[in-house]
């Protein structure tokens, strides 16, 4: 029977013995775990950003846009075909189950004005829905209402952008301010969101839509709006509410079998799914180019155990002249390899945590986040590393004949 903590000892003697190859034949394995550790870090770090993100921007929701039009051959894009109502909206809410929220949408790029301040952004004709549907809080003042949107009154609600371009450090609640020639009343200002890609989403101004259309954009058909955004119930009846809004907008538009729909519909999740799918992906590909670095440094524990084994050809000699087998000479390189991996994975992890945590400092606006699933990852890896490296080497010292051991000079 091994007795392993001899075998131990002895393993750890010959570590003591070269401190400074232990160590040098170690770093392989740092640098491979602290890669792996800092690649998988910043890719976890993207994925919870990418889902932060889309949940900001609201979850389990249907766009729909107008369709485009042709002008001399020419696609003027979506929306700018006036195909949408606020009937049609209605419509959706009221006869379609699995449907929470429903919101009409006009929006224009709109230069305003308070005192001498001005600021262009873009200014979103709609109903309080919208800002239940796209998570939107209103952090100081109120929102608008029903009964506003009833009224055409002439209230906005705007972004933290907007707030501290215009009026600075003077509470904009209650103030007026122009938007274009208009003046309207700032009811509120809306808790900060941040940016979403290059759009910034504390950057607009929500006014109510039947202001927008009667007083302010102004539209060729009266009723019509650019978008129309519904918000299900959940994301496993998703498909189906995109369905039976298809269905019920081809009835309502009269729209005949070969016809073509006059309206396009985006759902959410798919694109979602879509974006967390490519994240991972991402994640995966880092780990796999950092765990190379990893194998790397197998390959080079097991060329250092091979000059080991060499180097220690006649102290094998001697301890199977006095009685050690095989497997005692096989266990003792085994647990030499396997503890150079594992010391060099510890120091890895702790490198790799710092690593990490630099990148997130010094890094613009870069998240990163450390798992204990990376860790325990890099270091089974480097485990398994240490002792399928380490096997071949184990394995000739033990195949060495004590006779021809101990006449090796």
Known sequence: M?????????????????????????????IGVSAVIIMLAIGTGASKKVQENMESMGSNILTI????????????????????????????????????????????????MYGNQNWSTTVYGTTPSYLYIKNYDVESGRSFTREDVKNSAKVALIGSTVATELFGDVNPVNKSLRIGNVPFKVLGVLKTKGSTG??????LIFIPITTAQKKLFGVVFPGTVKMIVVKGNNADSLNDVEKEVENLLIFRHNIGKN?????????????????????KTFAILLASIASVSLLVGGIG??????????????????????????SDIRWQFLIESFMLSMIGGLIGVATGILGAKAVEFFSDG???SISLFSIFLSLGFSGLVGIGFGYYPAYKASLLNPIDALRYE
């Open 301 to 326: 524990i097991m060329n250092i155990m091979l000059v080991s084994v060499t180097e220690r050809t006649k102290e094998i000699g001697i301890r199977m002249a006095i009685g050690a087998r095989a």
């Open 65 to 112: 846009r107008s369709a485009s039009i042709k002008t001399g051959g020419v696609s003027m894009g979506m929306g700018s075909r006036p195909s949408l109502t606020l009937k049609d909206a209605a419509a959706i809410q009221k006869t379609i189950d699995g449907v929470e929220a429903v919101a009409p949408v006009s929006n224009e790029t709109k230069q305003i």
């Open 198 to 203: 290059p759009f910034d989403e504390d950057d």
């Open 2 to 30: 091994i007795d392993f903590k001899s075998t131990m000892k002895i393993a750890i003697n010959s570590l003591k013995v070269n401190k400074l190859r232990s160590a040098l034949t170690s770093l392989g394995i740092i």
């Open 366 to 368: 870069m998240s990163v």
């Open 259 to 279: 016809q073509t729909n006059d309206f396009e519909i985006r759902n959410s999740a798919e694109f979602q799914e879509r974006m967390k799918s490519t994240v």
